[in-house]
């Protein structure tokens, strides 16, 4: 059987592409991003498991963002196809806790776009054993440093991405979001 692949002009989805990356990277409103997604969305998370649903998916990205909100997201690069799919590889980014560097581990994501500025899937891979070797390091940076870096969710150092994918210094200076 043949497949048939929906196509959209390349600049919707590059457009909706970069909303989903302002309303998760920057912005960091979780609530805003699971929105984004359809309500039938299949969120693979190939080291925490499939997701199925919209409000799985809030479920899951809320409490998990606010228990790491001393991690963001970096941009390194993405491409973008006329089928609605977007590609885009992130480091996943804590500031050592001593102010001097930060701590990564890469993570590269599949999209696919289902129109309407909606997303019907995406597929998360990270680096695992980076990542847990990332959260031990920053744990005892925490302890040598600063132990209450975590709740400083500072964003110093977005890398040399374009202007569109970099936020402040803080994850709280956006004006628009709400914080406790």
Known sequence: GCRVVATFELEEVES??????????????????ADLFTEDV???????????GRETVRNWIVPLMEQYGEIYGVYDWHVTD??????????????????DGAMDFPGITVLQYAGDNLWSSEEDYWAEKLGIQQFQEYGEALKAHDPDHRNK????????????????????????????
């Open 82 to 99: 006329p089928s609605g799919r977007v590609v885009f590889r992130m480091i996943n980014r804590r500031d050592h806790p001593s102010g």
């Open 16 to 33: 909706a592409f970069r909303h989903f990356w302002y309303t998760g990277m920057i912005r960091e409103d979780w609530n805003a991003w």
């Open 42 to 52: 299949v969120y693979y998370e190939r080291v925490l498991g499939t997701m199925h």
């Open 153 to 180: 969710r500072r964003r110093t150092d977005w890398g040399g991405g374009p202007d569109w994918t970099s936020g402040s210094a803080s994850g709280w200076g956006w004006p628009d979001q709400q914080h406790p």
